[in-house]
C-alpha cells in the first residue's frame, strides 16, 4: 500500500448559499485518502467507525473508490463522527462537531505495528490529535511504528476545529511535525502555530523540526515547496472556486500520490495544486475531487 490515512471521517453537512445543508463524506482523513486514491496510488484508512449507519456508508465509499479498509473497525458503542460546516463571507467556517466518536476513542494499544509496516507513507492530520486525548496518544505511537519500520511520515496541521487551547494545539502539532518527513501545513494554521509571517520563515521553521519536504499551502496563492536543498513557488491555477472545503485535503493526497510515484516534490506541487484547484469548482468534499485523467487534461490545456 503506498498511503495509509489515519484520522476521524466525518460525515459533513455543507451549508449551501441558498440555506440547505449538502450531506456528504467529509474529515481530512477520507477526503485524502479520496483524493490520493483518485490520484492513482494504492490507498488504506486506518481508523474506527460507529456500528450505524454513517459508518456503513463510509464503508460503501472506500470499497467504491477501490481504498483498502482491513485497518478499518467497528465500535458498536461510539458513532461515526459528524460535523457541519456553515460558510461566512471569507470562505467557510466550523460549526460545531460532535464528540466522543469512535474515532476520538482509539487509544495507542488499537495501534498495529504490521499494518503500519505495510504502508509506504503514513498520513496524519492534526484534526485527529484535537478529538481526544488518547486518540492523540494513538496518533503518536503509529507515528513511532511508522519511524520503526521506516516508514516516511506525513503531517498536515489542519487546525480548522480549533477544539484545543492554542498552547496545547502549538505544543501538540509540532512534536508531531519533530516525527514527519513531509510537512503539509496550510498557511493560516501555519501562522497561528508558529507566530510567523513570512512563508520562507514558516518553511524553514518546519524545516528545522526535521522535515525533508515542506509543502506550505497558500490558498489561491499555490504552494510553497522547501527541501533541504531547494525552494520554490508553486504558482495555483486560476479557476472560480465555488467552495474550498476540502482544498487541503485534495492537495495532500495528490501530492503524496505523486511523490509515492516518484516525482519530485516541485512537480508534484504543480499537480497538485491542479487537482486543488478543481476540486474547489463544486460544492461538498468528495463530489468534486479530480481522477487523475481530469487534473492531467486540465494541465494540458
Ligand atoms: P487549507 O484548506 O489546508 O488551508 P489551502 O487553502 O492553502 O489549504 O488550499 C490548498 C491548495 O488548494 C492550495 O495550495 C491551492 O493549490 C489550492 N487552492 C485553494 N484555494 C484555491 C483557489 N481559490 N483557486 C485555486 N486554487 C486554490
Known amino acids: 500500500m503506498d498511503i495509509l490515512c489515519f484520522g476521524e471521517p466525518m460525515l459533513e453537512f455543507n451549508e449551501q448559499p441558498d440555506g440547505r445543508f449538502l450531506a456528504g463524506h467529509g474529515g481530512d482523513t477520507s477526503n485524502c485518502a479520496v483524493a490520493a486514491r483518485r490520484s492513482g496510488a494504492r490507498v488504506g484508512v486506518l481508523t474506527h467507525l460507529g456500528a450505524d449507519a454513517a459508518g456503513d456508508s463510509f464503508m460503501r465509499l472506500w470499497k467504491d473508490e477501490g481504498i483498502e479498509t482491513g485497518a ?15 460558510h461566512g463571507p471569507d470562505g467557510h467556517s466550523f460549526s460545531y462537531l460532535r464528540k466522543d466518536s469512535a474515532a476520538s476513542r482509539i487509544r495507542p494499544a488499537d495501534i498495529d505495528p504490521q499494518v503500519i ?49 492554542l498552547a496545547r494545539a502549538r ?42 519536504v515542506v509543502a506550505l499551502t497558500l490558498g489561491a496563492e499555490g504552494t510553497l515547496v522547501a527541501t533541504g536543498e531547494r525552494r520554490d513557488r508553486v504558482a495555483a491555477f486560476p479557476v472560480e472556486a465555488v467552495d474550498a472545503t476540502a482544498a487541503g485535503d485534495t492537495f495532500d493526497g495528490a501530492f503524496l500520490a505523486e511523490l509515492r510515484a516518484g516525482r519530485d516534490p516541485f512537480a508534484a506541487a504543480r499537480y497538485a495544486n491542479a487537482a486543488a484547484a478543481l476540486s474547489t469548482r463544486g460544492y461538498g468534499a468528495v463530489a468534486p475531487m479530480p481522477k487523475r485523467e481530469a487534473v492531467e487534461a486540465f494541465l494540458n490545456e
Open 171 to 212: 505544543a501538540v502539532i509540532h512534536a508531531a511535525m519533530e516525527m514527519a518527513d513531509i510537512a503539509l501545513p496550510g498557511l493560516e494554521d501555519a501562522e497561528v502555530l508558529t507566530g510567523l509571517s513570512d512563508p520562507d520563515a514558516i518553511a524553514d521553521f518546519y524545516l528545522g523540526l526535521g522535515a525533508g
Open 117 to 165: 509496516a505495510q504502508a509506504g507513507v503514513l498520513h496524519v492530520s492534526g484534526i485527529t490529535q484535537a478529538i481526544s486525548d488518547s486518540s492523540c496518544d494513538a496518533v503518536f505511537a503509529a507515528m513511532e511504528a511508522a519511524r520503526e519500520a521506516g516508514v516516511q511520515v506525513s503531517f498536515d496541521t489542519n487546525l480548522r476545529l480549533k477544539l484545543w487551547p
Open 72 to 86: 478499518v473497525r467497528r465500535n458498536a458503542e461510539a458513532h461515526t463522527g459528524v460535523y457541519f460546516i456553515t
